[in-house]
């Protein structure tokens, strides 16, 4: 009896976790496999409360050049520091903005060679990979083997890392004793097709 109404309560709050993960509803995963190629592509994952900070962060973009007209120019040199910091902070918070509503990453396999690519804001470039030289390709955290006290404890923790990080690695493999992160959200199947699908490659 003791163990049902504690798996109960885990339970509701494993969903009750759940909640401030929800994010914009978007086509998640999209996979294309030819004999000589690949492409893969997965939207970002976000939740509507990083989305709304840093669109609020954003605003920093402009905040100084309000000050300064609204000061008519008579500013002393701390107000310029002050003016580079903020409008730095709300740079990085605009791309976040822009990758939490607009971004997604691909990957492409095609002559030996993996790319994955970043779209949907700036300060983003390709990564190359030589097919031969990837290892271990495997999936990241399963959920379905987790219990229910280790599930509240991930959705904390993604509820946090989100406002930072863009890619949590649904898909994992070591290139050159490095551990590359691919996608995020993928239901499992999806993590084996494409695990599989690069495997064949190698």
């Known amino acids: 009896m003791a163990n049902n109404t504690k798996n109960i309560i885990l339970s509701f709050f494993s969903n009750f976790s759940k909640l401030f993960n929800i994010g914009l509803r978007k086509k998640r995963f999209e ?32 905040t100084g050049f309000i000050e300064y007209y609204t000061a008519k120019g008579q500013v002393e040199i701390d107000f310029f520091i002050a003016f580079g910091i903020l409008f730095l902070i709300g740079l990085l918070c605009f791309r976040q903005f822009l990758w939490f509503v607009f971004g997604k990453q691909e990957l492409t396999i095609q002559n030996g060679q993996l790319t994955l690519q970043k779209k949907g804001t700036f300060f983003v470039k390709p990564h190359y990979y030589l097919v031969e030289n990837i290892t271990n390709v495997r999936q990241g955290i399963n959920e379905e083997h987790l219990t229910e006290l280790e599930k509240i404890q991930l959705n904390i923790s993604l509820n946090r890392k989100v406002l930072f990080i863009q890619i949590f690695g649904q898909v994992l493999f070591d290139y050159n004793g490095k551990k590359i992160k691919i996608f995020n959200d993928l239901k499992q199947e999806e993590r084996i097709q494409l695990i599989q699908e690069i495997n064949k490659r190698k």
């Open 31 to 62: 996979i294309v496999s030819t004999s000589d190629s690949l492409y893969a592509s997965n939207t970002s994952r976000s939740t509507f409360f990083a989305i709304i900070f840093t669109l609020f962060g954003s605003c920093h973009l402009v």
